[in-house]
């Protein structure tokens, strides 16, 4: 079955950075796009960002725009998240998700907190 693990989350002082892993398991990982999430405490659960298959390809959300990267590495099942000049704001439980089968998937998530 398919599984998702987050990890690499923490408190970190805004301006501080983090790099967020998803380790993915259970369906061929090279072939599908992964996105990261994240929720703030009382708001939606918001895309963050996207990578292609075969990371040729990356979108961002205007908030994290030139503070985050995502990337991948398929022979380690990997998806990456650096975030870098992290704000107050960025203060959220981040996941990874894969459409599989035309269902969404998701990991349980990892917390960071950007707070002083």
């Known amino acids: 079955q398919v599984q998702l693990a987050e990890s690499g989350g923490g408190l970190v002082q805004p301006g501080g950075s983090l790099t967020l892993s998803c380790a993915a398991d259970?369906?061929?990982?090279?072939?599908?796009?992964m996105r990261w999430y994240r929720q703030a405490p009382g708001k939606e659960r918001e895309l963050a960002a996207f990578?292609?298959?075969?990371?040729?390809?990356?979108t961002y959300a205007d908030s994290v725009k030139g503070r985050f990267t995502i990337s991948r590495d398929n022979a380690k099942k990997t998806v990456y998240l650096q975030m870098n000049m992290l704000k107050p704001e960025d203060t959220a439980v981040y996941f990874c998700n894969v459409v599989f089968a035309g269902m969404d998937y998701w990991g349980k998530g990892t917390l960071v907190t950007a707070s002083s």
């Open positions: 990578i292609t298959f075969n990371g040729d390809g990356t």
């Open positions: 259970g369906f061929a990982f090279s072939f599908y796009p």
